[in-house]
C-alpha cells in the first residue's frame, strides 16, 4: 500500500506559480499510475491532472491544459504538479492520489489511495 503526503500549496497572485510535490512511502509507487485531483468549496471532486507508471503518458483537464504539468520521479517516489499562469478558479484544496493500475484515469474511482491535501489559494 501506498502512503502519499502532499506539500507545496499555499498563497499566490492571479499569474503566478506554485509546484506541488507528493511524496509516497511503499514499494509499489513506481508500479502504480498518480493523479492530482482538486476540490474548490462548495464543489464536488474534480480531475487535474494523471501520468502513467512510466511518466511518459500524462492527461489533463482542460481547464489546466497548457498551464500545469504534471511528472514523476520514481527514484525518488515523488510526484509533482507544476502550476503556471493560476486563476482565481485554481483555488482548491487540492490532492494526489495513486491508481490501481498503470495507466493514468481521469475517474477518481480508478484511484485507491489518497493524500490528506494542500491548499492553493489564488487571489485576484
Known amino acids: 500500500q501506498v502512503q502519499l503526503v502532499e506539500s507545496g500549496g499555499g498563497l499566490v497572485q492571479a499569474g503566478g506559480s506554485l509546484s506541488l510535490s507528493c511524496a509516497a512511502s511503499?514499494?509499489?509507487?513506481?508500479?502504480?499510475?498518480m493523479g492530482w485531483f482538486r476540490q474548490a468549496p462548495g464543489k464536488e471532486r474534480e480531475f487535474v491532472a494523471a501520468i502513467s507508471r512510466s511518466g511518459v503518458s500524462r492527461i489533463y483537464a482542460d481547464s489546466v491544459k497548457g498551464r500545469f504539468t504534471i511528472s514523476r520521479d520514481n527514484a525518488k517516489n515523488t510526484v509533482y504538479l507544476q502550476m503556471n499562469s493560476l486563476k482565481p478558479e485554481d483555488t482548491a484544496v487540492y490532492y494526489c492520489?495513486?491508481?490501481?493500475?498503470?495507466?493514468?484515469?481521469?475517474?477518481?474511482?480508478?484511484?485507491?489511495?489518497w493524500g490528506q491535501g494542500t491548499q492553493v489559494t489564488v487571489s485576484s
Open positions: 492520489a495513486a491508481a490501481a493500475g498503470i495507466a493514468p484515469s481521469r475517474r477518481g474511482d480508478d484511484y485507491l489511495q
Open positions: 511503499g514499494r509499489t509507487f513506481s508500479s502504480k499510475a
